[in-house]
């Protein structure tokens, strides 16, 4: 607390100390005016020899000597009645005799009593010229006290020698030798009491310090807290009992300058049993009467529940009940320190010359089943068996953090990481300790986890971003097929983050309208007209330029944007049909649009094809709906049901990518179909070698396959004995497009046809009675 070193006084020069009339002057005070308590009346007479020397006001000369003999004395200049008294006399005299301009001393003092000397009776004055000095006279002057009672007092006078330029006067009292002697004790007495009943008996631990560090008084209350006697504890040195480390030089010199009245600091006592106790200080200093610092007084309270409490509670916040891991606060205190950490801060030895962070990310697979098999109580069990392992395996070391998450997650953080390499080692060595099987409440239970791992220099990251990139790249690993560990990759982190990105754009982008419909003919095989035309939506987006349906679609079916989309792309869909039919009554070209399952599911799709063919007045006949097959075959009746209304509205059915899912033909049979579009896999075996096909080596579907044109055929059979149409897609060549035809396929649309365009291509095709075929 209070080391030497900290607390070794220094004088402070005159014109800085503080005003005071020290520990003696306010003893004789009394209760009324006492200022601080002091340590009795030991510390009184110190107090007071240092009082009566304060020779800042002392007249220079052989008087200097006289004011040593009388340190009462009383300096008193006649022409402009200035005067100066002791300290010690001031406080039984009247409060106007401060040293400031004021009465002679004879209006303060009084009439004399008795004298002996040159003067008697009449207030004291006088005056001598030159360098002469007459007798010192002494005489009983009648003080003028600050109690309703004078007080009579044997004080001396002399002349006082000066400069040539002034003359002076002076009147001395010793004030010492108070004929009512016995009130002045009485009051010290008082004064001693009051201090004791203070002191002795306060609750609080109180020590009074000299300037050596040393305790000379101390009370019971500080005695007790340490355990030891209060005899045993005086004259012992600070350093004993308090540890020296950590004192406020700065707030120390602010007290010795009288900047502040004291200050606080927590530190720790050693108990006589060895145990620590931690006290909350107060300091601060007991000065004499010129201002210096004479005494240190120290006020300890006990705060060691105090402090226990709050460790208590500091360990809740920053640990997770359940497994007693650092939680995901700790985490971060942690993970943010090492990246803050100043570059030129040695690292370990070995480490590189740029200080390094890595996390292993976490989470087991497959614990939501057992949790919902065997219940939560034997899901934290196991959480508690995980913990367990990996804290024996990877904690305990100055660079190593084991901690949980939140859920089934938990992270290991490696400060000053050495590479990627020790950062994927370490991930290997976590798969392997978690791959033996657990025994939880009489299951063996077996799980395995998918680790994250991202590792990279403190300056070219932040805790927030590096957390993120390793969830990222933990979810990589379920995506990668589980139980593995997989390695940041940049590329792939900013895929995923565009990814991002644009699904939060997609609402937005629709409002803004950024989105187009294009349109690709749909193509009778056996006459090369126009029967329809699929169509098929772009983003136009600003920074990325036109985006493919591949690009955002599976983006809006996961964030819910797919249900206003497809709204949006049906009712546009259903005006442009309507125009075509007001140009080419004749052809009567349908529109195809795809309906995504979320649409199915979570919206009311037989009203929205209502509302939509209401207002564009698009005949339902002239309507044809696309759907997957697994959205068709989805739980529930729901989708049958959605799909029957619409058929019974007039609205045409296809099965879209035919042959690519689990297919039941008997429930097929059942299903309020129209068309079936083969997937485009089957269309590949149609081609004939390229000239770009390299010998020997053909390309995949770049020669023709005779099963492929079977199973074809096979499905184009099943669907006419069914009374429906089929379409193929993904038409490149004549070639393809003459044998789908002997197949009897119906219809059929790609590049070999014509590319998806804007709704002027389809118009176009239909003046011209058939597409420019690309092959011609």
């Avoid at 508690?384 to 938990?410: K, N, P, Q, S, Y």
């Avoid at 657990?438 to 998918?450: C, I, N, Y």
């Avoid at 020997?696 to 492929?708: K, M, Q, T």
């Avoid at 199973?711 to 003459?738: F, K, Y």
């Amino acid at each position: 607390m209070i080391g030497r070193s900290a607390l070794s006084f220094r004088r402070v020069p005159a014109h800085r100390r503080p005003t005071t009339g020290g520990p003696a002057a306010d003893r004789l005070r009394g209760p009324r005016q006492s200022a601080e308590p002091t340590a009795g009346s030991r510390l009184a007479g110190r107090t007071s020899s240092s009082v009566s020397s304060g020779r800042e006001h002392a007249v220079p000369g052989q008087n200097e000597g006289a004011d040593a003999h009388h340190p009462g004395g009383r300096h008193e200049e006649s022409p402009c009645h200035r005067h100066l008294a002791s300290p010690v006399l001031e406080p039984v005299l009247d409060p106007a005799l401060e040293p400031t301009l004021g009465p002679t001393a004879g209006s303060a003092v009084g009439p004399v009593v008795g004298s002996t000397g040159g003067t008697g009776g009449g207030p004291v004055s006088g005056s001598v010229t030159g360098p002469a000095a007459g007798p010192v006279t002494s005489f009983t002057a009648l003080g003028t006290l600050t109690e309703p009672e004078p007080l009579l007092c044997p004080t001396c006078a002399a002349p006082l020698s000066g400069d040539a330029r002034r003359e002076r006067g002076l009147t001395r009292g010793s004030g010492r030798e108070s004929i009512d002697t016995d009130r002045l004790l009485a009051a010290l007495r008082a004064s001693e009491s009051r201090f004791r009943a203070a002191f002795c008996d306060a609750v609080i631990g109180m020590a009074l310090i000299d300037a050596e560090d040393r305790i000379i008084e101390v009370n019971p209350a500080f005695a007790a807290l340490i355990g030891q006697g209060v005899g045993d504890l005086v004259r012992t040195h600070l350093h004993e009992i308090i540890d020296p480390e950590g004192m406020p030089d700065r707030l120390f010199s602010e007290l010795v300058r009288g900047e502040r009245e004291r200050f606080r600091v927590e530190k720790q006592l050693k108990h006589r049993e060895g145990h620590t106790v931690w006290s909350k200080v107060t300091v601060s200093l007991i000065r004499d009467g010129a201002g210096d610092p004479l005494y240190t007084l120290a006020l300890v309270e006990d705060i060691t529940e105090q402090r226990r409490l709050g460790d208590r509670l500091e360990y809740q916040a920053l640990h997770d009940p359940l497994t007693r891991l650092p939680n995901r606060t700790y985490f971060f205190e942690r993970l943010d320190a090492a990246c803050l950490a100043p570059a030129d801060q040695p690292g370990p030895v070995g480490a590189p010359d740029e200080r390094r962070v890595g996390v292993c990310y976490l989470d087991l697979d497959g614990f939501a089943a057992i949790n919902e098999a065997l219940g939560h109580h034997i899901g934290d069990q196991l959480l508690i068996a995980v913990a367990t392992r990996l804290r024996r395996g990877f904690d305990g070391r100055d660079t190593h953090l084991v901690a949980r998450m939140g859920g089934d997650e938990f992270a290991v953080l490696v400060t000053d990481s050495l590479g990627s390499e020790q950062l994927t080692e370490l991930a290997a060595r976590i798969l392997e300790v978690l791959e033996r099987p657990f025994d939880v409440a009489g299951h063996r239970l077996v799980v395995t986890a998918s680790v994250g791992v991202v590792e990279r220099s403190v300056h070219e990251t932040t805790s927030t971003d590096l957390v993120k990139d390793a969830d990222a790249t933990l979810y990589w690993s379920k995506a990668d097929g589980r139980a593995r560990w997989t390695l940041y990759d940049p590329d792939r982190g900013a895929h995923q983050l565009t990814r991002q990105l644009l699904a939060t754009a997609l609402r937005p982008a629709l409002e803004r309208g950024e989105f187009a419909i294009e349109y690709q003919p749909l193509v009778g095989l056996a006459d090369g007209t126009v029967h329809g035309a699929e169509a098929l939506v772009r983003w136009r987006h600003p920074r990325y330029g036109t985006l493919s349906p591949d690009r955002f679609i599976p983006l809006a079916e996961e964030t819910g944007a797919i249900v206003p989309l497809g709204t949006w792309v049906l009712e546009e869909s259903c005006r442009q049909a309507r125009q075509w039919l007001a140009e080419f009554p004749e052809t009567e070209t349908f529109v195809s649009v795809n309906l995504a399952a979320r649409q199915i599911w979570d919206s009311d799709i037989v009203a929205d094809v209502a509302r939509a063919l209401e207002r564009t007045g698009l005949p339902a006949r002239l309507l044809q709906l696309e759907i997957t097959e697994s959205a068709l075959l989805g739980p529930g009746g729901r989708p049958l049901q959605a799909l029957q209304a619409l058929a019974d509205m007039g609205v045409r059915i296809a099965i879209d990518d035919f042959g690519t899912g689990y297919s039941n033909l008997a429930y097929l049979s059942r299903l309020p179909v129209h068309v079936l579009k083969l997937d485009g896999t089957f269309i590949e075996g149609f081609r004939e070698p390229s000239p770009t096909d390299r010998p020997g080596r053909p390309e995949l579907g770049s020669r023709r396959s005779d099963a492929d044109e079977q199973i074809v055929g096979a499905m184009v059979q099943l669907a006419h004995t069914l009374g429906l149409t089929v379409t193929a897609e993904g038409i490149e060549s004549a070639a393809q497009a003459e044998r789908l035809r002997l197949t009897g396929c119906d219809t059929a649309q790609g590049w070999y046809f014509a590319r998806p365009g804007e709704a002027e291509l389809v118009a176009a095709i239909l003046r011209d009675g058939r597409p420019a075929l690309q092959g011609r």
